[in-house]
């Protein structure tokens, strides 16, 4: 609930869902290893992945179905296919929330050194 009101008590350090970062994304960092799309955009269209599912977590998608297609009708073989590509969401969900609240932390803290002087 904090989380949704300081998007009306203080709308000028919140970023939006869709804003690209505004700082160095190697701020505060030592090294950071660059996120890389590993599905390519051929594999996807032939795949037929509707654009919500083209992510970061694709290659597992891609792999998932199509151990149910070799496996179908004993689909539940393919658990580990589907534990895996549930825990990649997972991790992506936590990676974007992260870097959403990293955005809006150094958006105060530029705030609050513009106030100072």
Known sequence: ?????????????MPGPDVVPSFD???GFGSRKERVMIATEEEMVSAKL????RDYCAHKLLAYRGCRADKFPFVYQCAHEKHDYLTCEYEDYVLRMKEFERERRLL???????KQG
């Open 50 to 53: 509707t654009p919500k599912e």
């Open 108 to 114: 105060e803290r530029q705030k609050r050194l513009a």
């Open 25 to 27: 994304p190697m701020l």
């Open 1 to 13: 609930m904090g989380n949704a009101l300081n998007h009306y008590l203080k709308p000028d350090v």
